[in-house]
């Protein structure tokens, strides 16, 4: 994943690039699935997400689409 | 030792260092022999847990860790800075840290500077927008380019 100052700057990005757009969301939405995602990994007992509870964490930040299924 | 025991060893080298321990160094800190250490390494590459360099024991990711630079760094208020993976990864390691920190990144399109900053646990208000290429479900084809 990448950060961009603005859409108009993905658009540019992906057109110069033969890509087809992906998803483009807000830093918040990233920062509230990065806090679950990350905060917990200097704690004993760790273990990734499962592919529901992952998604789960993705629709908590709003991002329900098929991009984002599992 | 158990391969969390592994997991958190090297988590917590890359932040008191910024250098990945290699097999020899935590078979060392655990008090295991080095075979056993490598082979916990290639269970948790297995399990996606961490990346290593290709055909070796060289630890590339320890999510959300860089232990080689990258564009993404996460500077925190304890003067104390790390690389992260991607900006997802970086913004992680001051969640993880549970810090005050920032985000020092550019724009992967013209190079300007980007700060996402993160105070009492909320995130300034910013103009960037967060781009993947790919489904979430392809991510691990190739993890370095999402």
């Avoid at chain 2, 917590?12 to 080095?34: M, N, W």
């Avoid at chain 2, 993880?96 to 993160?118: F, I, N, P, R, S």
Wanted: hydrophobic share 45%.
């Amino acid at each position: 994943m990448l950060l961009f100052r603005s859409e108009e700057h993905v658009n540019r990005w992906c057109e110069q690039r033969g890509l087809d757009r992906g998803a483009v969301f807000t830093p918040e939405q990233l920062w509230t699935v990065a806090k679950p995602w990350h905060g917990p990994r200097l704690e004993r007992g760790w273990r990734r997400f499962t592919p529901a509870e992952a998604e789960a964490v993705f629709a908590g930040a709003g991002l329900t689409d098929t991009f984002w299924h599992l | 030792m158990t391969d969390d025991d592994v997991r958190l060893h090297i988590l917590r080298e890359l932040i008191a260092s910024g250098t990945a321990p290699s097999v020899a160094d935590t078979g060392a800190a655990l008090d295991v022999p080095e075979s056993d250490a490598a082979a916990a390494y290639d269970r948790l590459a297995a399990n996606r847990v961490i990346v290593l360099e290709p055909g070796t024991h060289d630890v590339l990711m320890a999510a959300p860790l860089s232990a080689v630079p990258t564009p993404h760094i996460a500077r925190m208020a304890d003067g104390r800075s790390h690389y992260g993976n991607c900006v997802w990864d970086a913004l992680g390691v001051i969640a993880m840290l549970g810090q005050d920190g920032g985000v020092e990144t550019v724009c992967t399109d013209c190079d300007a500077a980007l700060t996402l900053t993160v105070r009492r646990g909320a995130l300034a208000p910013t103009d960037a927008v967060v781009h993947f290429a790919v489904p979430a479900a392809r991510w691990w084809e190739n993890i370095v380019f999402t």
